[in-house]
């Protein structure tokens, strides 16, 4: 199993800043991919960033430009550098884990944290 919290997140003006930052820890070896989603209430859950262990990334439409992933490969950290927020960006985000267990690839969750930007 792995764990995975989250922290970083608050509330912010339109304009501002914020960093979220997610620590995985338990079974942490063998992560392929982690990512950042983000779920408004009544809303599906959306991809905003995502980081593979060779250093690629890609980024939602909305946050490109804006939103910056990195990621620590020896702590199995990952970052989330949110510039420019807006209103929009209001929503619980949550860290994800893809990790190769032995025989099948396997989700694990964060349990997410709020952000909030005021206009």
């Known amino acids: 199993q792995v764990q995975l919290v989250e922290s970083g997140g608050g509330t912010v003006q339109a304009g501002g800043s914020l960093t979220l930052s997610c620590a995985a820890s338990g079974r942490s070896a063998n992560i392929q991919a982690m990512r950042w989603y983000r779920q408004v209430p009544g809303q599906s859950r959306e991809l905003v960033a995502a980081?593979?262990?060779?250093?690629?990334?890609n980024y939602a439409g909305s946050v490109k430009g804006r939103f910056t992933i990195s990621r620590d490969t020896a702590t199995n950290t990952v970052s989330l550098q949110m510039n420019a927020l807006k209103p929009e960006d209001t929503a619980v985000y949550y860290c994800?884990?893809?990790?190769?267990?032995?025989?099948?690839?396997?989700?694990?969750w964060g349990q997410g944290t709020q952000v909030t930007v005021s206009s």
């Open positions: 980081i593979k262990n060779d250093g690629a990334t």
């Open positions: 994800y884990a893809l990790r190769f267990d032995g025989l099948s690839m396997n989700d694990y």
